[in-house]
């Protein structure tokens, strides 16, 4: 139920897709009998967007040129599940100056300033 489409500029110009809410509330009814339409009365329909990264592979670290300024976002839907981790090794980063709880090499944001212009 993705898309690739950029977040608009104004907040207001966000719009849910109404396939996508069509098969949450599918899905829903066969989770729980008490979750469909008849039962359980929607309160809003919304949409949000999941911050990625063209790469799918998470930015965690400190951002090149900015001493002191760190980033850790582009998790996707795995935010919440990865965000103790990322936050214990970004707490490392930021006060011992490295860190050991993972290796961030990977998730570095300094990736971004490495490609080629065609």
């Given amino acids: 139920m993705s898309s690739q489409e950029e977040v608009p500029d104004d907040p207001d110009q966000v719009t849910s897709n109404p396939e996508s809410i069509d098969v949450l509330k599918r899905v829903a009814k066969t989770v729980s009998r008490y979750l469909d339409e008849e039962n359980a009365r929607v309160k809003a329909e919304q949409a949000c967007f999941l911050p990625s990264t063209e790469d799918g592979?998470?930015?965690?670290?400190?951002?090149?040129?900015?001493?002191?300024?760190?980033?850790?976002?582009?998790?996707?839907?795995w935010g919440i599940l990865n965000g103790p981790a990322t936050g214990a090794a970004l707490a490392e980063l930021i006060v011992d100056g490295v860190a050991t709880f993972v290796d961030l090499s990977r998730f570095s944001p300094s990736r971004f300033g490495k490609r080629r212009i065609r």
């Fill in 57 to 77: 592979i998470p930015v965690i670290g400190e951002i090149p040129g900015i001493k002191g300024c760190y980033v850790a976002t582009g998790h996707s839907c």
